[in-house]
């Protein structure tokens, strides 16, 4: 995603003496919030480390998501872009605009598919170039098996009362054994219970299901392989409420659980300051844990398990960077901090 280009008007030297002087922008609409919203963009790039890039796709959007094949030819990607400018007559904010794009030369050339524009879309996720699925609010859940020519919705199971922040789900993986799963947080009505559900939907079936539940945990990742052995990252006590002041700087220690199809086993729980967001499987069958350290100057942590999950040796990659990658294929990290681009191999 792409912030526009903000520029300033060079001050005058009286002005630069001025203690109370204040920075001022050349356009107008360069000082509205609404305006700089409309402008973002969501950008692919192409091209080599050493040699030149070329942007094969530029389109509008304040939110974005993509898949990519593992030979990098098929691309999928998903738009969401609101006029931040308009209101309804209630006073409330239109619905943004859902576009949805495809490739099959990487990148060359660029297809948008019939989408209805009011479908929100919050997930996409597929497991080859003609079979995938599309998650929205509501929540909603649909699949194609044609490269995304024909959508079928899927109905979801009557979810029973819970509290939640958003009409989604919290957390969507699809694991290495051709299952869906959908997790979300709920704090059952009536009852002191707090926990995540796991829904689970494998190729072909037509209904999800529940697989498990994370007793006192809010999920943050899944990763599955091909025998449907589940490792689970979560966050313990309550999701942050973003409602609540401060709410995100409470302690939510993360842990590692493992679910083998008839139990959920904790297996290791990681110190209160680091703070987990993704789990990989590596090119050897390793568990890479990709996270974070709290504090004045957070840190970004990586941590591999080679025995399942039990024991994980921990590295820290420095201060925070802007962006990552890891490639679970080739097994290389990327990192780009400030205006440098490393990488690491984590085989």
Do not use: C
């Not at 844990?289 to 820290?316: C, H, Y």
């Amino acid at each position: 995603m792409s912030e526009p280009e903000i520029i300033f008007r060079d001050k005058t030297e009286a002005e630069l003496n001025e203690p109370n002087s204040r920075a001022e922008v050349t356009e107008d609409w360069m000082a509205d919030a609404a305006e700089r919203a409309n402008r973002r963009s969501l950008s692919i790039i192409k091209g080599f480390i050493d040699g030149p890039v070329t942007t094969v796709l530029l389109e509008r959007a304040q939110y974005g998501d993509w898949w990519i094949a593992p030979d990098w030819r098929t691309v999928y990607v998903h738009t969401q872009w609101r006029d931040r400018r308009i209101k309804s007559s209630s006073g409330e904010q239109l619905f943004p605009t859902q576009k949805l794009w495809k490739s099959t030369d990487a990148g060359e050339y660029w297809q948008q598919l019939t989408w209805p524009e009011a479908d929100n879309i919050t997930f996409l996720r597929f497991l080859d170039a003609e079979r995938g699925y599309l998650i929205g609010s509501g929540p909603r859940l649909w699949r194609t098996q044609d490269g995304g020519e024909h959508w079928q919705e899927i109905a979801l199971p009557a979810i029973e009362p819970y509290i939640t922040f958003s009409e989604q789900f919290d957390l969507v993986a699809l694991g290495a054994d051709n299952t869906l799963r959908l997790a979300y947080f709920t704090a059952r009505y009536g009852k002191q219970e707090n926990l995540s559900v796991v829904l689970a939907l494998p190729w072909g079936d037509d209904t999800p299901e529940v697989e498990f539940t994370v007793p006192d945990q809010s999920v943050i990742d899944l990763l599955a392989d091909e025998a449907g052995k589940v490792h689970v990252l979560g966050w313990q006590g309550l999701p942050v409420n973003y409602s609540i002041p401060d709410d995100s700087k409470r302690e939510r220690p993360s842990m590692i659980s493992m679910w083998d199809g008839a139990k959920l086993q904790p297996l290791h729980e990681f110190k209160k300051d680091v703070i987990g967001y993704a789990l990989y499987r590596t090119p050897a069958g390793h568990i890479l844990f990709d996270g974070v350290t709290e504090g004045f100057l957070p840190n970004d942590i990586t941590a591999l398990s080679t025995d399942g999950g039990k024991r994980w040796q921990m590295t820290n990659e420095g201060s925070s960077a802007q962006g990552g990658y890891y490639d679970t294929h080739t097994g290389t990290r990327w990192r780009v901090s400030g205006y440098a681009l490393s990488k690491r191999e984590i085989p």
